[in-house]
């Protein structure tokens, strides 16, 4: 046994919808009795990609003891899936950076490629075609969540500074979702930037570019208690005080996805559909992509 990252699932919050069941590629989450079950720890990455899943906030991941993760037994329980199922895997591995673990799904599929059930030479093709086993971030640790791990950026060269003091596009306070009155006349036919804490450190042109004309709330959806509360003022945010619409602006690591399951049921409970714009924001300070 060893203390790493874990998934824990609050069962009383699970509703049975099976998508983070459907979305853990390496099997570890089934359903069982209409509930999400962790079925086997050895199975588990730790890196909580099915908490963005999750529209009932219903998982989280803690730090606890618990059997190292095991990506040969990930392995031998996929390949009887199907060819379609390793590649998801393994290209979920590459997407968080996980070279160890990806190094150990290759040396698998080439060790028993001709006693696997699909043609393993032209998975393996067809991987490196799409270069998966490629531009890996290196030196991952085992077991590392991607939303803490420690990276270092270029910096800016020296004209990057300027001297002109930056205009702020903040028009209220408080910004914090837990402080702030979903009722107030700020929100009152507004359009909203719901951003994840760290989102406007990583943008240099954050206020410039994307609070300008907008109203803000922050979250920080991993580390922030009772999101619940979350959802609530969400929902009276969107039905009573008639947003015009959402821009979610969220960091590319997994754990902060959840702000946008946060903001789907806000939207469901409120029963009333409006305009809602996502952005993935890179942790170098690029925009990942747009939606």
């Given at each position: 046994m060893m203390k790493r990252e874990i998934i824990e699932i609050n069962e009383d919050k699970c509703n049975g919808c099976g998508i983070c069941a459907h979305g853990c590629h390496e099997g570890a989450i089934q359903m069982?009795?209409?509930k999400a079950v962790l079925i086997n720890e050895l199975l588990c990455d730790g890196l909580g990609a099915c908490i963005g899943d999750c529209p009932q906030d219903a998982i989280q991941v803690t730090i606890r003891e618990a059997e190292p993760y095991s990506e040969i037994k990930v392995m031998e329980?996929?390949?009887?899936?199907?060819?379609?199922?390793?590649?998801?895997?393994?290209?979920?591995?590459?997407?968080y950076g996980e070279e160890?673990?990806?190094?150990?799904?290759?040396?698998?599929?080439?060790?028993?490629?001709?006693?696997?059930?699909?043609?393993?030479?032209?998975?393996?093709?067809?991987?490196?075609?799409?270069?998966?086993?490629?531009?890996?971030?290196?030196?991952?640790?085992?077991?590392?969540?991607p939303g803490?791990?420690?990276?270092?950026?270029?910096?800016?060269?020296?004209?990057?500074?300027?001297?002109?003091?930056?205009?702020?596009?903040?028009?209220?306070?408080?910004?914090?979702?837990?402080?702030?009155?979903?009722?107030?006349?700020?929100?009152?036919?507004?359009?909203?930037?719901?951003?994840?804490?760290?989102?406007?450190?990583?943008?240099?042109?954050f206020h410039s570019q994307f609070l300008r004309g907008k109203k803000l709330a922050i979250a920080c959806p991993k580390l922030d208690s009772n999101t619940e509360a979350y959802i609530d003022k969400l929902q009276v945010m969107i039905a009573e005080s008639?947003?015009?619409?959402?821009?979610?602006?969220?960091?590319e690591v997994p754990c902060c996805h959840s702000l946008l399951s946060m903001v789907k049921e806000a939207m469901q409970r409120s029963r009333r559909l409006i305009p809602l714009k996502i952005s993935v924001v890179g942790t170098d300070g690029s925009i990942r992509s747009e939606e």
């Open positions: 069982i009795n209409e329980s996929l390949v009887p899936k199907g060819e379609a199922v390793v590649f998801a895997h393994l290209k979920h591995l590459q997407q160890k673990w990806l190094e150990q799904g290759r040396e698998f599929l080439l060790k028993h490629q001709k006693s696997i059930n699909f043609d393993c030479t032209a998975l393996l093709v067809r991987l490196e075609a799409e270069n998966i086993f490629n531009n890996i971030q290196q030196d991952c640790s085992l077991g590392s969540c803490s791990e420690e990276k270092i950026i270029a910096e800016k060269p020296e004209t990057y500074a300027v001297d002109v003091q930056q205009e702020s596009a903040l028009t209220h306070w408080p910004v914090q979702l837990h402080l702030i009155n979903p009722q107030s006349s700020v929100f009152h036919n507004a359009d909203l930037l719901m951003s994840a804490d760290c989102v406007s450190h990583a943008l240099g042109n008639n947003l015009k619409s959402i821009h979610i602006m969220m960091m």
